[in-house]
């Protein structure tokens, strides 16, 4: 039979888009971190200032929190702002005070919100603005993004299109799509119990086309895992399969992932649309764990 496999090139980093622009500031996520994002802000010369931002967040609910925070003393002393989607509940004593969590938006969330925080308190001085995300170990969500961040008082504006001005630890500029690639392999298991693993070559690393055999002595069952780094984003693809000979069968992928052969027309021929979930493991380290596979 033959299988013909296209994947995405690309897949989106989180479930969201650019407020505005070609980029947006995502703190890393990972178990037991604590990215950074911060800078100094002027506001000598004003008796009133206000903070606006864009906010995009997928966390770990009651786990794991972001905080906007400020310090008028060098960093030595932080205070956290009240947000307005943020909160003190501490049911398991992992907020600091006052933080967001959860998803952005609430009910069919994330998206991005607009947040503001008035600055009044602090105009006249020059104090450094923290945004920061801590999250504990075990599970970690797709994180936080920010976007359009503001301060009008002052005139300031930054649409994470450049980086000048701020400290950026375990943050980073990003455009919203990130490179994947596929890796498929083949198990042939013969009725005596024996299993021989072969690995597809992937042209692009997103494409194939391959020629498999099969017999009433062996099943074919193929295995496929979707890499991407930082992000677990489904990668969409779709999975061709044709049969040898026209008009002698057709390969029906079922809802369990099993492929079964039926009688089907001369043109006979099947198309496989799905998303594997994508793995940030390289394939010696993942083995065949949480892959699709489909048994010929």
């Not at 906010?55 to 947000?83: K, M």
């Not at 989607?85 to 969590?101: F, I, K, V």
């Not at 923290?130 to 170990?137: A, S």
Request: a neutral charge; hydrophobic letters at 35%; aromatic letters at 8%.
């Amino acid at each position: 039979m033959r299988l013909v496999f296209r994947g995405a090139p690309t897949l989106p980093l989180v479930a969201a888009t650019p407020f505005e622009g070609r980029r947006f500031w995502y703190a890393v996520r990972g178990d037991e971190s604590n990215p950074r994002l911060t800078r100094e802000i002027d506001l000598r010369g004003i008796d009133r200032a206000t903070l606006r931002y864009r906010i995009w967040y997928d966390l770990e609910e009651d786990w794991d929190y972001a905080y906007v925070s400020v310090s008028t003393d060098g960093g030595r002393r932080w205070t956290l702002l009240r947000t307005p989607s943020g909160t003190d509940a501490d049911p398991n004593h992992n907020n600091l005070g006052w933080g967001y969590t959860g998803v952005s938006g609430g009910t069919g969330g994330p998206r991005w919100i607009t947040e503001t925080v008035d600055l009044t308190p602090y105009a006249g001085r020059t104090l450094l603005l923290r945004f920061e995300v801590v999250t504990d170990d075990a599970v970690n969500r797709p994180g936080v993004a920010l976007d359009a961040i503001e301060i009008p008082e002052i005139g300031f504006r930054d649409g994470a299109e450049e980086d000048a001005g701020w400290t950026a630890e375990g943050w980073a500029r990003v455009t919203p799509q990130v490179p994947v690639r596929y890796d498929l392999q083949v198990l042939r298991i013969r009725q005596d119990g024996t299993v021989r693993i072969e690995r597809l070559p992937v042209e692009g690393s997103s494409t194939g086309e391959w020629i498999l055999e099969a017999g009433p002595d062996r099943r074919v069952v193929l295995a496929l895992s979707a890499l991407a780094r930082f992000t677990t984003e489904p990668a969409p693809y779709t999975l061709r399969v044709e049969p040898p000979q026209a008009g002698r069968s057709s390969a029906r992928l079922m809802p369990s992932g099993i492929i079964r052969e039926k009688p089907g027309p001369p043109d006979g021929g099947f198309l496989r649309r799905g998303h594997p979930a994508s793995r940030s493991l390289s394939p010696a380290a993942q083995g065949l764990k949480g892959m699709r596979a489909a048994c010929i």
